[in-house]
């Protein structure tokens, strides 16, 4: 079970600092528009927190694109929306830091064999479900999101869209229980990326052969023999290699119910 | 639905029917190649096809890529594809959906194939949504001499593919 409210808490309330301007190329009119600068929360996705930024640039863009789906990029790298926001900035800036973080909007050119189409928030919602749904297979075979109800999905969904804790885990909190006699989920929801956008997602169980819990540094052993040094970061900070597998998945999981790494 | 263990396709299975498959493609130059990636439970199936549309509004070519590869998560194999107009566009869901074999529903139909991030090529591909497929193997199990070709046949007839006889023999 997910008890450390203090550190669910302290992850949920993480905030990044970020600084939108508009793509030169795209900027028509003979005024220059103002960066537009917003606080959002690292557990959030981008199409969800970009209604208003979006409305400050249309109105300087050509009108021949302004239904056309709206792209960021970091430093030439389009960002996958479909990842959450405080991921993205560890795995591009995780290594050197730079806050505000300053992003580019692009409303042409849309760079569809690297980003996923996104003409609404419908899209975002079930790409979600559809994450949750698997990091429940790896846990508990699916048992506990094919018990649940509509309305539990859609509150799950609305806690994260509106940023309301207590609401998102009063359900979540099912999905982080243990099963059956044995303390601890069947395997970790767990993907480690390196910043070529390349992950790797194996199957990774909570224990040791001998029952005992699995920790970071012994899951890195068995992923990686030959690098003794592989160093892993998520909601901004590295993370200490003796910390319980079962207990990073319970407490540090994104809300997509999967364990988000970037190899530092 | 939750996951039954005795549905599940193990590694192992899997990469018996995909060798089974590829000699099948070989023997009757189908195209299909297999790949396999430097991590484990990556070994996949590849296909680049040109595909003609032909009906009473057009007749054109469309350039289409499919990959048969294994998810660890649900235990069954994964169908991904991409299909192409002639200027390089990649075609929209709702123009899969009107050039699939049988109708369906908007509901339907986005509710099984969406776009998504590949998890070895890590670029957009259209995929059917593993959650339906271990339901759908379920049923054919027991009787299915490749559970790839029972799977492709399956599916089929929603994204205007065509098997060939000769997988089924």
């Known amino acids: 079970m997910a008890n450390d409210r203090e550190v669910l808490r302290e992850i949920w309330d993480g905030k990044l600092p970020i600084c939108f301007q508009l793509d030169q190329e795209e900027i028509m009119e003979i005024q220059?528009?103002?960066?537009?600068?917003?606080?959002?929360?690292?557990?959030?996705?981008?199409?969800?927190?970009?209604?208003?930024?979006?409305?400050?640039?249309?109105?300087y863009i050509s009108q021949?694109?302004?239904?056309?789906?709206?792209?960021?990029?970091?430093?030439?790298?389009?960002?996958?929306?479909?990842?959450?926001?405080?991921?993205?900035?560890d795995l591009y800036c995780g290594h050197?830091?730079?806050?505000?973080?300053?992003?580019?909007?692009?409303?042409?050119?849309?760079?569809?064999?690297?980003?996923?189409?996104?003409?609404?928030?419908?899209?975002?919602e079930a790409h979600y479900m559809c994450t949750v749904k698997e990091a429940d297979v790896l846990k508990h075979r699916g048992q506990v999101m094919s018990t649940m109800q509509k309305k539990d999905h859609n509150q799950l969904w609305l806690g994260l869209q509106n940023d309301k804790f207590d609401q998102f885990w009063a359900i979540n909190r099912r999905l982080m229980e243990s099963h059956g006699d044995n303390e601890g989920f069947k395997h970790i929801p767990i993907r480690i990326y390196t910043d070529d956008g390349s992950y790797s997602q194996k199957l990774v169980n909570p224990k040791n052969a001998d029952g005992s819990r699995?920790?970071?540094?012994?899951?890195?052993?068995?992923?990686?023999?030959?690098?003794?040094?592989?160093?892993?970061r998520t909601h901004g900070i590295e993370i200490p290699t003796d910390t319980p597998l079962q207990w990073l998945s319970e407490h540090m999981s994104y809300p997509d119910n999967f364990l988000h790494l970037c190899v530092c | 639905m939750s996951i039954k263990m005795e549905n599940c396709m193990n590694y192992e299975d899997y990469e018996n029917a995909a060798r089974k498959f590829i000699q099948i493609s070989n023997a009757?130059?189908?195209?299909?190649?297999l790949h396999e990636g430097i991590d484990s439970h990556s070994l996949h199936l590849r296909k680049e096809t040109f595909l003609r549309i032909k009906n009473e509004e057009q007749d054109s070519l469309i350039k289409a890529e499919y990959v048969i590869s294994y998810s660890t998560s649900y235990c069954v194999p994964i169908f991904a594809f991409n299909l192409w107009n002639s200027n390089g566009v990649l075609l929209t869901l709702e123009e899969i959906r009107n050039?699939?074999?049988?109708?369906?529903?908007?509901?339907?139909?986005?509710?099984?194939?969406?776009?998504?991030?590949?998890?070895?090529?890590?670029?957009?591909?259209?995929?059917?949504?593993?959650c339906h497929t271990e339901q759908l193997l379920s049923k054919f199990k027991a009787e299915s001499k490749n559970l790839i070709v029972t799977f492709i046949s399956l599916i089929s007839p929603l994204i205007k593919f065509n098997l060939p006889l000769n997988y089924a023999m």
């Open chain 1, 32 to 59: 220059q528009p103002d960066p537009f600068y917003v606080m959002v929360p690292r557990l959030s996705y981008f199409p969800l927190v970009t209604d208003k930024m979006k409305r400050h640039f249309l109105r």
């Open chain 2, 99 to 130: 050039m699939a074999f049988i109708k369906i529903s908007q509901g339907d139909f986005y509710s099984v194939i969406t776009q998504q991030e590949h998890p070895l090529f890590f670029r957009p591909y259209y995929m059917i949504h593993p």
């Open chain 1, 214 to 232: 699995k920790i970071l540094q012994q899951m890195l052993q068995e992923l990686y023999p030959d690098k003794p040094d592989v160093k892993l």
């Open chain 2, 28 to 33: 009757i130059s189908d195209g299909w190649t």
């Open chain 1, 64 to 89: 021949e694109n302004a239904d056309n789906e709206m792209w960021i990029d970091y430093n030439g790298q389009p960002l996958k929306w479909h990842y959450p926001i405080g991921f993205l900035y």
């Open chain 1, 96 to 124: 050197d830091p730079q806050l505000p973080w300053t992003l580019t909007i692009h409303f042409s050119k849309f760079p569809e064999d690297v980003l996923l189409h996104c003409p609404n928030k419908d899209v975002v």
